[in-house]
């Protein structure tokens, strides 16, 4: 069943922002700030998938968990249907999480080893009170058949079942509760290639007939290519272009989207895909290099680029760069 109006923005994330204080080294460890997610903003349409593309650190998976509140963001707003998601408490944060649910990456981590699968699928229904044992019970049944698995599962484990039903399992217990969006974070990366398309399709399926809005962490550019309607580039810590997945692709305005691409140019996952890898190493988060955090791997670079940070240009109503190639005179 498809709800809302496709150009209506149902999820809305500003300037969303998250910390950690860690310690490090040995045996002398040193406190480390690291900025993991830095004034991210974006907003997801009703029924779309919004990618979030990185490479590993650069806070796509922190930015999912915070706007969830898995994870408490330092400051940001984040509103679903107009709703404060970060203000909520008691019952209306109880209402949120049931329109907002996560699929994890390692479905066999996220699965309790010793509950079995018809009490893992039942357990959200019940604390939600979506009904009495039998009408639970049937919606097990139910929910197992929209991802593709036997009744019989329900009364099976975890270790029974291969990652890609496991992954399926995931995402069941996830639509146990009718949500309208769900984070997927990294949900088929654990997958081989052959299983990640299954998934993908079960998930773009799930999207036409239920009518849900996705966030898609990944740091495989052809997944979001394939899967997304739009997406933002990640680079730690911050959104550094965002926009339509193709035009995004096809025309990247950042040179780090550039690169990812070029590392990354099969648009199917159905075929071998190629994970990110670049030149260079990401610098760390708890170190940031001055100006555009990019410079040091940037084959653009300019002297203003070492010292300044650049502003976010809105390209076009729907596209958006942080680039001194693209601010009036390399401002
Ligand atoms: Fe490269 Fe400069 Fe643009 Fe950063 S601001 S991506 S260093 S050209």
């Given amino acids: 069943m498809a709800s809302g109006n496709a150009t209506e923005t149902v999820l809305s ?3 969303l922002s998250k910390t950690f204080v860690t310690k490090r080294g040995f045996p002398n460890p040193v406190t480390v700030t690291v900025r993991a997610v830095d004034d991210v903003s974006f907003a997801v349409r009703a029924g779309e998938a919004f990618g979030l593309v990185g490479e590993s650190g650069c ?19 984040v509103t679903y249907r107009g709703q404060d998601v970060l203000a909520a408490s008691g019952a209306e944060l109880r209402a949120l999480r049931r329109k907002l649910q996560i699929v994890f990456q390692d479905p066999y981590a996220s699965l309790n080893p ?3 699968i018809g009490e893992t699928l039942a357990e959200p229904m019940r604390v939600h009170k979506m009904g009495d044992r039998a009408q639970i019970a049937e919606r097990v049944k139910s929910l197992l058949a929209e991802v593709g698995l036997p009744p019989s599962a329900a009364d099976k484990y975890p270790h029974e079942f291969s990652g890609g039903q496991r992954q399926r399992i995931g995402i069941a217990r996830a639509l146990s509760v009718d949500p309208e969006l769900i984070v997927a974070d990294e949900p088929v990366s654990a997958l081989d290639v052959s299983i990640q398309a299954q ?13 849900l809005s996705y966030v898609f962490v990944a740091h495989d550019l052809g997944v979001v290519r394939f899967f997304c309607q739009s997406v933002a580039v990640m680079y730690l810590g911050r959104i550094v272009e965002s926009g339509p997945v193709e035009e995004v692709f096809n025309q990247p305005a ?7 691409r070029q590392a990354s140019p099969v648009p199917d996952p159905r075929a071998k895909s190629i994970a990110v890898r670049i030149e260079g190493e990401v610098p760390s988060a708890a170190n940031p290099p001055q100006g555009c955090h990019f410079h040091p791997r940037c084959p653009n670079a300019m002297p203003v680029c070492k010292t300044v940070y650049p502003a976010w240009t809105q390209l076009t109503p729907t596209r958006g760069v942080a680039c001194h190639l693209h601010t009036p005179a390399g401002s």
């Fill in 254 to 260: 950042h040179p780090y989207t550039t690169v990812l």
């Fill in 59 to 77: 806070g796509k998976s922190t930015t999912g968990r915070a706007l969830l509140r898995l994870i408490e963001p330092d400051r940001g707003a």
């Fill in 199 to 211: 998934v993908l399709l079960l998930l773009r399926d799930l999207q036409a007939r239920r009518g």
């Fill in 114 to 116: 010793r509950r079995g």
């Fill in 13 to 15: 994330v500003k300037g």
